[in-house]
Nanobody
Framework: QVQLVESGGGLVQAGGSLRVSCAPS????????MAWFRQAPGKEREFVAG????????SYADSVKGRFTISRDNAKNTVDLQMNSLKPEDTAVYYC?????????????????WGQGTQVTVSS
């Protein structure tokens, strides 16, 4: 069992930056590929960024490529999402997700564990 706790959301003006973090529990964090998803009101949950178990491979949604960076520290059991040049359309609840195995996936059903989410609001 893995418990994921997100932190770092908040309110920021367009063009600003935020960093959201995820702190998985347990000693098996390095066995999981990780990802960030987001869900805006009235919309489906969508993939934002993924990182492999090793941290070597990453992938981003086209809408955030070049603005967001996902990273992980297997020694500290953390996975972060650095968000720069934020836009109002980035407003959503951001969720951390864990998938047992080496590779991330872009589909939500592929993930085994989810955090409770953290709200990110970008004002225009």
């Amino acid at each position: 069992q893995v418990q994921l706790v997100e932190s770092g959301g908040g309110l920021v003006q367009a063009g600003g930056s935020l960093r959201v973090s995820c702190a998985p529990s347990g000693r098996t964090f390095s066995r999981y590929a990780m990802a960030w998803f987001r869900q805006a009101p009235g919309k489906e949950r969508e993939f934002v960024a993924g990182i492999s178990r090793s941290g070597v491979f990453t992938s981003y949604a086209d809408s955030v490529k070049g603005r967001f960076t996902i990273s992980r520290d297997n020694a500290k059991n953390t996975v972060d999402l650095q968000m720069n040049s934020l836009k109002p359309e980035d407003t959503a609840v951001y969720y951390c997700a864990a998938r047992l195995g080496p590779e991330y996936a872009r589909l939500a059903p592929e993930y085994d564990y989810w955090g409770q989410g953290t709200q990110v609001t970008v004002s225009s």
